[in-house]
């Protein structure tokens, strides 16, 4: 069996008999010994994948489609290379805590290692423990400055948090990822976690920071932060967060852990240009926020 | 029966502000993990395109 730690979710992965299971990537500086708790169990095996019998609740328009089954929930992933049967199923109980996950065997050979959880799934399921165990996964680069404290800059793709994430790099910061983060409250106050999916940079540490600030980034031709006020502040990390969009209890619970985060952390609106100065303006900036 | 005192001294009353609406962008595509980090979509690196998967595709 092997135990991931993501954000603080755990998870348990095991194989049937002779299935290939591998931990690949950025995701095996996230393997940890046995821990006390487990938050979901998850077995892979190989089998032949029906279609499933009616409509999704959910499309992706990608890759993956997701439908009720019994009290849990189903979702299929598809691939043009393969074909129109789904490559991969992953059934799931409706509190999220076991799940088994199918690959379509004729789809593969059978000594090619696998690891189950392959994007988008670690993501999905990432998002639907946050909605049960509270937080959220923000599609932002999560950075530690050299005194330990915790920003965030948050942007869609292309926004620039790879960039950003660089010049930190080069001044004595550590990048936690420069893509995706999950945010929860630790201890009374809020911590963001580093995660393995990472951007062009491949920037990803199995760490966690006390969280001071979130910056939403913006291109710009010189430096400039303002704050931005809930609900203001609320609206725009939305854009910039992963709920489980077709699963209203764990949206609720996402909108509601928002409200808390932008209440609890300040969120300031960056213009940037990236250059020798950006950094140093942004402890100016940091420290100011300190200060409120 | 008692009951509760609907009327409110004129100066603890909130002032009526009409509601507002405003938009913030959202790409779809992004938000719903659904594809991967190509040219013309977001989403994260997958480094590893040898293997069969929701990200592999010819050229990527």
Known sequence: MIHLSIGGLVIALEADGAFPLEVTGATRRFVVEEPAAIDCRIRARWGAVEPAPGPPRFDSGGVWKVYDEGDGLRFDFHSATFGTIPYKSARFDAGFQRGEVTFHSPYFQPDQPLYPLEYPLDEILATQLLGRTGGIELHAAGIVDTDGEGWLFAAQSGGGKTTMSRLWLAAGGAVLSDDRIIVRESGGSIRMFGTPWHGEAELSVASSAPLRGIFLLHHGSENRCVRVVAPTSLAELLTRAFPPLWDRSSVDAALAFLDRLTEAVPVLDLWFHPDQETVAFLRECSAEVSRR | ?60
């Not at chain 2, 502000?17 to 979509?41: D, H, N, Q, Y």
């Open chain 2, 1 to 60: 029966m008692e009951q509760r005192d609907e009327t409110q001294p004129e100066e603890t009353k909130k002032q009526y502000r009409k509601p507002e609406l405003f938009r913030f962008p959202l790409r779809a595509e992004e938000a719903v993990l659904g594809f991967c980090k190509t040219a013309s979509t977001g989403g994260p690196n997958v480094g590893n395109c040898a293997i069969p998967s929701a990200c592999f595709s010819q050229g990527s």
